[in-house]
Structure formats: structure tokens, C-alpha cells
């Protein structure tokens, strides 16, 4: 099974999916290998990319909280978070200037982000929502709501103010959540993501593992930022791209090419022309 993260890995500077990447995961999946997308976004804003891969099967979404069929839409698996925690946690964003965004488990609330409402949205956040298409439902305050299908909350903004924020949201709630401050290249925002404190994308990836019977020995993991550091660490190959994160990298038992220069598309023809039959066995540590 290949794990494979989006952004930074699979998704070129500009957001799109080259032909050499395309053609390889179409390779690993004639070879009979399981190829599960395991990414921070949620599903409507994976669709253009499963559009251009041509690939639907169960993937990970929203940093691990959330595995769907990709084909059907519907969820597998599901981690929300506490509602206290997310009012927490929104709070302190609206707190320091920012519209606090919550992500919903869409099939059920029906839109994908609740917004604060009484803060005007940053430069960072209306480019991020304009471009995913996201359905957006504005409320006067996140600190005050409901919470029932909110999976993350977070902000968008530039790196430096992202710094500033994180930086106070992990004083304030330390390990009763999971931080994350993600540069997403393709459109040159920073996103601060927290989450339940379970949630991490191995926990989601063994998910889909468990329903084809394949090992953790059996996965090769590939990524290139923070949020890919557990199934870096806990896969049977962990793989970071040569773009990655030094977080990233630390992690990795193996550095491969930038994204920029198909790094996974070549890693992939190499575990196929290594080992056609079951690469990823080949490969374990």
C-alpha cells in the first residue's frame, strides 16, 4: 500500500497533478498495490484532484480525522472534536483578530466550513475559500456554537502572523489538542489546524489498511510536511520528499526528489522496477 500525502508530495507548486505522477500511481495500482491519498483538506477540496488522478478509492482526509470512499461520498470513519475544545480554540483565534474557520463533517452539516461572521475574513482566507469552492455558512461567533460536526478548526493567514498565532493557541491548550502550521505552496497561504488530540493521518491511513488486510510492515508512507510525520514514523518505508520539512525529513527512512522534479513519480517507477510484484513488502525496513 502507498500512502501518499498531496500537497508538497503528489500536487506541483501550482496545485496541479503532473503527467508523470499521474501515470505512476496508475502504474502502482496495475501492479496491484492499494494507493490511499492521505491529505489535510477535506473532500470537496480534493475533488479537482481526484478528478485529474482518476483515482477514487477510501482516503484520508482532514489530517486523519475523516477516511470516505472517495467513489460514494460516504464516511467511514470519523473523529470530531469536543465541542468545549472547539469553542476554546475559536475563541482564542476571534480573540487575536482572526475569523476562526470549522470545518463540518459536510455529508451531515451540509456546508463545509462554519465561519465567524463578526470578523471580516483576511486576504488568505477568501483566496483559500474562492479557490476549493468550499460552501461557507458565516455565524456572529464560533466561540458560541454548537460544534456537533466540527472535525477542526483553524485559520489561514501569512506565515508570520500563523507564527504568532500558533504560538499562543499552544500555550493555551498544550497536549488536550493536536497543532499543526501548514504551508500550502499552490496558493501560498499558511494554515494553523487544530484538532481532537487523537487524530493524525496513520491513525486514518491503518484504517483503509485494516479493510484490505495489509500490515503497517506493508505501507510505505510519503510526505513532505508536519502533519506526515506519524506515518513517516510508523510506516513500513517512510518517505519524505526533498522539499520536505526538516520535521519531515527527521522522520523519514528515505529522502527522494523534489516535487518539482516528479520526486514521487520517479520513487514510484523505481519500487515497480525493483520489485513489480509486491513493492512495498520489498521495501519495509
Not at 478509492?57 to 472534536?81: C, P, Q, S, Y
Not at 499562543?168 to 504551508?183: F, I, K, N, P, Q
Amino acid at each position: 500500500m502507498l500512502a501518499i500525502d498531496l500537497d508538497g508530495t503528489l500536487l506541483s507548486a501550482d496545485g496541479k497533478v503532473s503527467p508523470r505522477n499521474r501515470a505512476a500511481i496508475h502504474g502502482a495500482l496495475a501492479a496491484g498495490l492499494v494507493v490511499c491519498f492521505a491529505t489535510g483538506r477535506n473532500l470537496t477540496e480534493c475533488q479537482a484532484v481526484l478528478r485529474a488522478v482518476g483515482h477514487y478509492d477510501a482516503a484520508v482526509f482532514v489530517g486523519g480525522a475523516m477516511v470516505i470512499d472517495t467513489r460514494t461520498g460516504t464516511t467511514l470513519h470519523r473523529t470530531t472534536m469536543h465541542p468545549d475544545l472547539a469553542r476554546e480554540a475559536c475563541g482564542l483565534f476571534e480573540s487575536l483578530g482572526h475569523a476562526a474557520l470549522a470545518l463540518q463533517d459536510t455529508s451531515i452539516a451540509g456546508v463545509d466550513y462554519l465561519v465567524t461572521g463578526s470578523i471580516p475574513l483576511n486576504h488568505a482566507t477568501r483566496q483559500w475559500m474562492d479557490i476549493t469552492a468550499a460552501a461557507v455558512h458565516p455565524v456572529p461567533t464560533l466561540a458560541d456554537a454548537a460544534h456537533e460536526h466540527t472535525v477542526r478548526v483553524g485559520i489561514c493567514s501569512d506565515a508570520d502572523e500563523a507564527r504568532r498565532v500558533q504560538k499562543r493557541v499552544l500555550e493555551a491548550l498544550g497536549d488536550r489538542a493536536v497543532c499543526h502550521s501548514l504551508y500550502v505552496a499552490a496558493y501560498g497561504v499558511e494554515v494553523i489546524e487544530v484538532f481532537d488530540p487523537a487524530v493524525n493521518k496513520w491513525s486514518g491511513v491503518m484504517h483503509v489498511a485494516r479493510r484490505h488486510g495489509i500490515r503497517p510492515e506493508q505501507i510505505v508512507a510519503i510526505g513532505d510536511d508536519v502533519n506526515d510525520v506519524p506515518m513517516l514514523r510508523a510506516a513500513g518505508l517512510g518517505v519524505a520528499m526533498g522539499n520536505a520539512r526538516p520535521e519531515a525529513i527527521a522522520a523519514a527512512d528515505r529522502v527522494i526528489g523534489r516535487v518539482d522534479q516528479d520526486g514521487l513519480a520517479a520513487f514510484i517507477e523505481e519500487l515497480l522496477d525493483a520489485a513489480p510484484t509486491a513493492p512495498a513488502e520489498a521495501q519495509t525496513r
